[in-house]
T-cell receptor
Framework: GENVEQHPSTLSVQEGDSAVIKCTYS??????FPWYKQELGKRPQLIID?????GEKKDQRIAVTLNKTAKHFSLHITETQPEDSAVYFC???????????FGTGTSLTVIP | NAGVTQTPKFRVLKTGQSMTLLCAQD?????MYWYRQDPGMGLRLIHY???????AKGEVPDGYNVSRLKKQNFLLGLESAAPSQTSVYFC???????????FGQGTRLTVV
């Protein structure tokens, strides 16, 4: 199966700074890479996703980049705000797979 | 339109007791998943289903059983609960491969 590694496990940034979370995957057949945000006590919710036929995708302050050759993808949050504080999970899904595999999560704290 | 609903939200069990967690969805999704979330370990897949009447094992299936008799419901059973099964359990659904997953609100289970 797929192995997804996520770093860092915790991240603190000052409000207004950027935050970057990185994930690597092991199976070159993976082609779908979603990112989920989980606020304290809440359910994970999709914030952005990317498929292997594109290298970058943006949605306002959030962007995801994908390097298929190196098998890693990253989440970029610009102009961070206190409400961005949460746990972020990356995931990877194989082209013909029924499962998707999650990273271990990054706890982001934005300091006002 | 409730989306994905888990029952119960909280439960305390004694070692050796059994229980069933229910995941109900009104999104007409084919794929349903059960995950457990433990600190520092992300979301780990227990079992999943790709359609009514089907089930398959995930990463950590031992000690759990599942059934999908109706398309809208996915049940997770613990036959003889152990303290190691203390966790937060999430159900998720999605329409197909490489599509967004929607999560239930979670069930916090404590086994004493």
């Amino acid at each position: 199966g797929e192995n997804v590694e996520q770093h860092p496990s915790t991240l603190s940034v000052q409000e207004g700074d950027s935050a970057v979370i990185k994930c690597t995957y092991s199976d070159s057949a993976s082609n779908y890479f979603p990112w989920y945000k989980q606020e304290l006590g809440k359910r994970p919710q999709l914030i952005i996703d990317i498929r292997s036929n594109v290298g970058e995708k943006k949605d306002q302050r959030i962007a995801v980049t994908l390097n298929k050759t190196a098998k890693h993808f990253s989440l970029h949050i610009t102009e961070t705000q206190p409400e961005d504080s949460a746990v972020y999970f990356c995931a990877a899904s194989l082209l013909w797979g029924n499962q998707f595999y999650f990273g271990t999560g990054t706890s982001l704290t934005v300091i006002p | 339109n409730a989306g994905v609903t888990q029952t119960p939200k909280f439960r305390v069990l004694k070692t050796g007791q059994s229980m069933t967690l229910l995941c109900a969805q009104d999104m007409n999704h084919e794929y349903m998943y059960w995950y457990r979330q433990d600190p520092g370990m992300g979301l780990r897949l227990i079992h999943y289903s790709v359609g009514e009447g089907t089930t398959a094992k995930g990463e950590v299936p031992d000690g759990y059983n599942v059934s999908r008799l109706k398309k809208q419901n996915f049940l997770l059973g613990l036959e003889s609960a152990a303290p190691s099964q203390t966790s937060v359990y999430f159900c998720a659904t999605r329409q197909g491969q490489n599509t967004e997953a929607f999560f239930g609100q979670g069930t916090r289970l404590t086994v004493v």
